[in-house]
T-cell receptor, first 116, second 111 residues
Framework: EAQVTQNPRYLITVTGKKLTVTCSQN?????MSWYRQDPGLGLRQIYY???????DKGDVPEGYKVSRKEKRNFPLILESPSPNQTSLYFC???????????????FGPGTRLTVL | GQNIDQPTEMTATEGAIVQINCTYQ??????LFWYQQHAGEAPTFLSY??LDGLEEKGRFSSFLSRSKGYSYLLLKELQMKDSASYLC????????????WGLGTSLAVNP
């Protein structure tokens, strides 16, 4: 089944404890992206990757890191989480690195992160 | 700047028709997406318009006017399961090749 998977789905952690949220897609998509979604602020892009070893900042990259060593995986790393990073996180992938045309984004199920 | 506006909330009755509007101001416009998002779940793709006009897909239709910076999503024969948030997103061409997202319209379908 074509899908985007994220792990963990739920995580409660404490300030300063490094964590990684994994994202994997099995559709051979070039473009992958991380979003956070907060009430009243909508979906905001954190980082994106147009292909292997090509990553760039989105709108809210501070406090986050990513890597794209393989096409299918795009982990999100929080080196020192803080309470303002409490949010719902979505990974998404799309076939084309151009994000033009009808290339819809396929979203993972989401990771609800709470930082105490 | 780049901006998308859509109503925050709407209410409709089961079996009725509802229209959710979206206005946008972007540079290098490359099409308009609509996504549906049920509470606590991931957004799922509904439609994409890049040319002016109406595109129909079952109970859902989407319209675009590029000259007016305006789109709407039309939902017919509403069902309770259509209660969700509807997100409008504009594709912006350029180096970033990103989507500009609206905040979503929360639709409540009542019996």
């Amino acid at each position: 089944e074509a899908q985007v998977t994220q792990n963990p789905r739920y995580l409660i952690t404490v300030t300063g404890k490094k964590l990684t949220v994994t994202c994997s897609q099995n559709m051979n998509h070039e473009y992958m992206s991380w979003y956070r979604q907060d009430p009243g602020l909508g979906l905001r892009q954190i980082y994106y990757s147009m292909n292997v070893e090509v990553t760039d900042k989105g709108d809210v990259p501070e406090g986050y890191k990513v890597s794209r060593k393989e096409k299918r995986n795009f982990p999100l790393i929080l080196e020192s989480p803080s309470p303002n990073q409490t949010s719902l996180y979505f990974c998404a992938s799309t076939p084309s690195s151009e994000l033009a045309g009808r290339d819809e984004q396929f979203f993972g199920p989401g990771t609800r992160l709470t930082v105490l | 700047g780049q901006n998308i506006d859509q109503p925050t909330e709407m209410t409709a009755t089961e079996g009725a028709i509802v229209q959710i509007n979206c206005t946008y101001q972007t540079s290098g416009f490359n099409g308009l997406f609509w996504y549906q998002q049920h509470a606590g779940e991931a957004p799922t793709f509904l439609s994409y318009n890049v040319l002016d006009g109406l595109e129909e897909k079952g109970r859902f239709s989407s319209f675009l006017s590029r000259s007016k910076g305006y789109s709407y999503l039309l939902l017919k024969e509403l069902q309770m399961k259509d209660s969700a948030s509807y997100l409008c997103a504009a594709a912006v061409a350029g180096n970033n090749r990103k989507l500009i997202w609206g905040l979503g319209t929360s639709l409540a379908v009542n019996p």
